[in-house]
């Protein structure tokens, strides 16, 4: 009973752990089997790695994996607006807002919904966050013009 758990438990981990994973596939086009990073790779073979490879044998086929930019806007508006910027990953993240330096006080921010409270940014703000926390950022302009930039990042 308790190696099925141990069993169980271990491959939870395995799963978890390669379903974060980078995959990077190639093809071997040299026409000659070769021995990349410890692996034997047959000509014409296609080969997976977690990781970007650089030989010359092998041919770049696709990726999969998560992006690293997970949303990005640009606001320029002539009227008072509301803009919502969403997230759809599980992810640490930096969140960044430009504010520029004619827009200072005239944009409030608010994370998931416009009843919570809100941050008045004052300035260019920059924030380390995780987004099982927050789904969306909405963004009140007060201002007649107004030009801001926000971006959210995944950070390592």
């Given at each position: 009973?308790r190696?099925?758990?141990l069993?169980?438990?271990?491959?939870?981990?395995?799963?978890?752990?390669t379903?974060?994973?980078l995959?990077?596939t190639?093809?071997?086009?040299s026409?000659a089997d070769?021995f990349?990073e410890?692996?034997?790779?047959e000509a014409g073979d296609t080969?997976?790695?977690?990781?970007?490879?650089?030989?010359?044998?092998?041919t770049?086929?696709?990726?999969?994996?998560?992006p690293i930019?997970?949303?990005?806007?640009?606001v320029?508006t002539t009227?008072?607006?509301?803009?919502?910027v969403?997230?759809?990953?599980?992810?640490?993240?930096t969140?960044?807002i430009?504010?520029g330096s004619?827009n200072?006080?005239?944009?409030?921010l608010?994370?998931?919904?416009?009843?919570?409270?809100?941050?008045?940014?004052?300035a260019?703000?920059t924030?380390?966050a995780?987004?099982?926390?927050f789904?969306?950022?909405i963004?009140?302009?007060?201002a007649t013009t107004?030009a801001?930039?926000?971006l959210i990042?995944?950070?390592?």
């Amino acid at each position: 009973m308790r190696m099925k758990k141990l069993f169980a438990i271990v491959m939870m981990l395995a799963v978890v752990m390669t379903a974060f994973a980078l995959q990077v596939t190639y093809t071997n086009s040299s026409g000659a089997d070769v021995f990349v990073e410890g692996r034997w790779v047959e000509a014409g073979d296609t080969v997976i790695f977690d990781h970007y490879v650089y030989d010359d044998a092998l041919t770049y086929t696709s990726v999969a994996g998560d992006p690293i930019v997970l949303a990005s806007t640009s606001v320029a508006t002539t009227a008072a607006a509301t803009t919502t910027v969403t997230v759809d990953q599980l992810a640490d993240v930096t969140v960044l807002i430009d504010v520029g330096s004619t827009n200072i006080g005239e944009l409030t921010l608010y994370f998931n919904d416009a009843d919570n409270t809100a941050l008045t940014l004052d300035a260019s703000w920059t924030y380390d966050a995780n987004t099982k926390w927050f789904d969306r950022l909405i963004i009140v302009n007060t201002a007649t013009t107004t030009a801001y930039d926000v971006l959210i990042t995944r950070r390592f």
